[in-house]
């Protein structure tokens, strides 16, 4: 047992200030009050205590290519089968990628995240590389395969069926890469199979304005609409919305993740996010993928801080901003499917303690924090 006393706390979901000491046992926290004094002392006096961060949304297998193909187009980088990304992993042994993944999640868990959602590639196998590699390491994954049995204009649906099933007894859940590469009856058996077995679905919607537009010809939908028709439980990236698909997704209460940092590298536009905010919607924020970025949500933070009095000639609100990247995740989503595989069990101490340099505590770590200001990270498996 042990108390962290002394330090401002960011409280509940609205991360309210309050100079209260908190009370863990067990890797739970079973008391916050003033004056506790319980167990070993952890006096962080006047530093701030912040829930840990949720990165929402990485893909930590391209890792092995950092800041290759600097310059291409979305679909040169990233997109299935052939895109760089996909060359390079089909290329790379086991090894390497195990290695490159673990120093990924070191990079997480140094800068203040215990959890992220990870889209991960390579079928069954990449989803086991993934758990193995994050055995011996501080941080919980929530991993959401795919297969190769899902793309092509004519895929064979009882194939795909059984690969999700197989997928879905080592992942948190399932995401294809878009509706681009797959059919409107793979969506949806990947939708309801998540359900039936309460996992997630999640899939990118409108990372450009040529996806949105193309979906638009196609099949006389966006992209967006595609995602909350399909039922899906999370859409990523939102980043170039049409007509009333924001009103849509906030309606079907669909979970949703912006990451302006990897929008911005492939210069694909900026997210609408004081407009999601202002309507009440509660994203999740992430960095996408490591071969565009690095995984550290104190960058992700600051960058999304700036870029959005730069896009809006206007603020957006730092608190609001904070529980993006930490409490948003515990807020109602579709089917609880997402809150349930991050926070598998009630009331975890979960915390990152930063320096404090300013009187804003919200500011003070979105804008002005960096990796070496981390006093401790707490989580189940340690603390830091
Ligand atoms: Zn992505």
Not at 153 to 158: C, Q, Y
Not at 277 to 293: E, K, R, Y
Not at 326 to 347: F, L, P, S, W
Request: glycine share 8%; aromatic share 6%.
């Amino acid at each position: 047992m042990f108390t962290i006393a002394n330090g401002i706390i960011l409280k509940g979901q609205n991360l309210i200030p309050a100079k209260e000491n908190i009370v863990v046992d067990d890797g739970k926290i079973i008391n916050i009050g003033k004056d506790l004094n319980e167990g070993k002392i952890i006096d962080v006096e006047g530093a701030i205590v912040c829930p840990s961060f949720i990165n929402g949304h990485i893909h930590i297998g391209d890792s092995i290519i950092k800041d290759e193909g600097y310059g291409l187009s979305l679909s040169e980088m990233v997109k299935p089968p052939n895109g760089v990304k996909h060359k390079a992993l089909a290329n790379a042994s086991d090894d390497e990628l195990i290695e490159a993944m673990k120093q990924s999640m070191w990079d997480m868990v140094n800068s203040g995240t215990t959890h992220f959602i990870d889209y991960r590639e390579g079928g069954l196998k990449g989803a086991k590389l993934l758990r193995k590699a994050s055995e011996d390491i501080p941080i919980k994954p929530i991993i959401l395969g795919r297969d190769d049995s899902f793309y092509g204009e004519d895929p064979d649906l009882s194939k795909v069926k059984n690969a999700i099933r197989k997928l879905l007894k080592v992942c948190d859940g399932i995401a294809p890469s878009g509706f681009g590469e797959i059919t409107d009856d793979v969506a949806r058996i990947i939708a309801s199979e998540c359900k039936r077995q309460n996992k997630i679905s999640s899939i990118h919607v409108a990372e450009s304005d040529s996806n949105q537009i193309e979906s638009l010809d196609k099949f006389g939908k966006t992209e967006i609409e595609k995602g909350v028709d399909s039922n899906f439980d999370q859409l990523v990236h939102l980043t170039n919305p049409k007509n009333n698909d924001l009103e849509l997704v906030l309606k079907a209460n669909t979970n949703t993740v912006v990451c302006p940092r990897a929008n911005a590298t492939l210069n694909v536009g900026v997210c609408r996010l004081n407009e999601m905010l202002d309507m009440g919607m509660t994203p999740l924020l992430g960095t996408d993928n490591v071969m565009l970025n690095s995984p550290n949500m104190l960058r992700e933070l600051e960058f999304t801080l700036k870029l959005m009095s730069v896009y809006y000639n206007g603020y957006i609100e730092p608190s609001k901003l904070l529980q993006m990247a930490t409490t948003n995740v515990c807020r109602h989503d579709v089917n609880n499917v997402i809150q349930k595989a991050v926070m598998n069990e009630g009331n975890l101490a979960e915390f990152v303690i930063f320096k404090s340099f300013s009187k804003n505590p919200y500011l003070n770590i979105c804008n002005r924090v960096e990796t070496k200001n981390i006093l401790y990270i707490i989580n189940k498996k340690c603390i830091v």
